[in-house]
C-alpha cells in the first residue's frame, strides 16, 4: 500500500537557519505530493504540491521538489523564521481512477526559537 | 480554497454514547472525506462520502462504527457510536474540488471519551 515517511521532530532551530525535513514515500504509479502545515491552534492547511516527477512546489519561502529516483519530497526554506513554528506533514495521493484520500506521514514538529 | 465549518468544534462524552460531527461547506463538491487524528499522531482517513452513494471505507474502519451521511453537494455527517475512550481524537473533515487533487480541510471536532 501506500506510505509516507518523514523525519522525526521535534526539529528545533534559530531564527534564519536553513530548514530541511525530509520525505519518502512508497506508492504504486504516479501519486501527487502535499505538504501541509497544522500552526498551533489553527487547522491543517495545505502549504504547497507537486503533480509529476521533478516539479518544483513552493509557497510562503518554502519549497519542495518531486524526485521519482529517490522517491522524495523534501520541504526547504533557506531562512526560518519564529513564525514558521508549526506542525508540517507530507502527504500523498494516488487516484487509481476513483476519488481517493490522502495518505500522511506522522508529521514533524518544528520550532523556531529567536 | 473552500471554507468548511464543523459542529461541535469540542465535545466530551461518557463511554457507550454516540456523538454525531456535522461538516458543512460553502459551496458543492464531490467528494468529502473524514479524518481522524489521534493524540500526537498522523490524520488517517475513515471513508470518502460521494453524494448519493454509500461512503466508501477505509481497512480498519466500519459502516456500524461510524456511520456517514451525505445528503446533499454541501453537506456530510460523521457519527461515532458506542464510544470508548479510544475514540479521542480530532475528527477532521475535508473536501476537493471536481477535477483537482487539492483536499481542503475543516478546523475539525476534538472528542474526548471519558
Known amino acids: 500500500g501506500n506510505s509516507v515517511t518523514q523525519m522525526e521532530g521535534p526539529v528545533t532551530l534559530s531564527e534564519e537557519a536553513f530548514l530541511t525535513i525530509n520525505c519518502t514515500y512508497t506508492?504504486?504509479?504516479?501519486?501527487?505530493l502535499f505538504w501541509y502545515v497544522q500552526y498551533p491552534g489553527e487547522g491543517l492547511q495545505l502549504l504547497l504540491k507537486a503533480t509529476k516527477a521533478d516539479d518544483k512546489g513552493s509557497n510562503k519561502g518554502f519549497e519542495a521538489t518531486y524526485r521519482k529516483e529517490t522517491t522524495s519530497f523534501h520541504l526547504e526554506k533557506g531562512s526560518v523564521q519564529v513564525s514558521d513554528s508549526a506542525v508540517y506533514f507530507c502527504?500523498?495521493?494516488?487516484?487509481?481512477?476513483?476519488?481517493?484520500?490522502?495518505?500522511f506521514g506522522k508529521g514533524t514538529h518544528l520550532i523556531i526559537q529567536p | 480554497s473552500a471554507v468548511i465549518s464543523q459542529k461541535p468544534s469540542r465535545d466530551i462524552c461518557q463511554r457507550g454514547t454516540s456523538l454525531t460531527i456535522q461538516c458543512q461547506v460553502d459551496s458543492q463538491v464531490t467528494m468529502m472525506f473524514w479524518y481522524r487524528q489521534q493524540p500526537g499522531q498522523s490524520l488517517t482517513l475513515i471513508a470518502t462520502?460521494?453524494?448519493?452513494?454509500?461512503?466508501?471505507?477505509e481497512s480498519g474502519f466500519v459502516i456500524d462504527k461510524f456511520p456517514i451521511s451525505r445528503p446533499n453537494l454541501t453537506f456530510s455527517t460523521l457519527t461515532v457510536s458506542n464510544m470508548s475512550p479510544e475514540d479521542s481524537s480530532i475528527y477532521l473533515c475535508s473536501v476537493d474540488r471536481a477535477g483537482g487533487d487539492e483536499q481542503y480541510f475543516g478546523p475539525g471536532t476534538r472528542l474526548t471519551v471519558t
Open positions: 506508492a504504486t504509479g504516479y501519486p501527487s
Open positions: 462520502a460521494n453524494q448519493g452513494s454509500e461512503a466508501t471505507y
Open positions: 502527504a500523498l495521493l494516488y487516484s487509481g481512477g476513483g476519488a481517493d484520500g490522502l495518505t
